[in-house]
């Protein structure tokens, strides 16, 4: 069975810092697809980034990046110039072979 | 329009009802599906619907029963729930191929049914 673990229950950023948000994964598969989705409080869930594992370059969106280390099974999100409405609960999911694999979630505050 | 809506905000069922949650998109997603999230717990997948067909079901109990009646719309049946049920129940959905699997392209949201069964 895949697991994906997210070790940080909570983190805080300052407003403009940036921060980077921790997920390590377990799959035998070889060809898979990792996110980061966001869930705002009390708002809808939405993507944050996507990457192909076939892929060695590390996907980008905007402030939105990813350190993606295949061998290691490491997949963190690093959000720079942090901004008040980044403030959401951030999961790490795994999707291969009709499986799609939540992580527990992080919960990330953006102070001003 | 990139909206999944889900009607109702809010559901109080005893665990003798029957009842529907209704989900809906026009984005012609071919995808849609059923996720289950229980407080400060990541959602947990349920059911798939790939081109009104059900593909995958996470072994799901049978008090819950899905319905794809077109491309638009999903609905969850509900009946002789437990306590143990109460939970965010979110539908989502996706571009599909026919025959192949779906989860691997961005999903959209809905906003949830917040379910208690008493």
């Known amino acids: 069975a895949q697991t994906v673990t997210q070790s940080q229950p909570e983190m805080s950023v300052q407003e403009a810092e940036t921060v980077t948000l921790s997920c390590t994964y377990d799959t035998s598969e070889n060809n898979y697809y990792l996110f980061w989705y966001k869930q705002p409080p009390s708002r809808q869930m939405i993507l944050v980034i996507r990457q192909e594992a076939y892929k060695q370059q590390n996907a980008t969106e905007n402030r939105f990046s990813v350190n993606f280390q295949k061998a290691a099974k490491s997949f963190s999100l690093k959000i720079s110039d942090s901004q008040l409405g980044d403030t959401a609960m951030y999961f790490c999911a795994l999707y291969n072979n009709n499986d799609m694999r939540f992580g527990a979630g992080t919960r990330l505050t953006v102070k001003p | 329009d990139t909206e999944v809506t889900q009607t109702p905000k809010h559901l109080v069922m005893g665990m003798t009802n029957k009842k529907s949650l209704k989900c809906e998109q026009h984005m012609g997603h071919r995808a849609m599906y059923w996720y289950k999230q229980k407080a400060k717990k990541p959602p947990e997948l349920m059911f798939v619907?790939?081109?009104?067909?059900?593909?995958i079901n996470e072994s799901v109990p049978s008090r819950f029963s899905p319905e794809c009646p077109n491309s638009s719309l999903l609905n969850l049946h509900l009946h002789a729930l437990q306590p143990e049920d109460s939970a965010l129940y979110l539908c989502a959905s996706s571009q599909g191929a026919s025959g192949s699997p779906t989860l691997y392209n961005e999903q959209f949201f809905g906003p949830g049914t917040r379910l208690t069964v008493l």
């Open positions: 619907y790939s081109y009104e067909k059900l593909s």
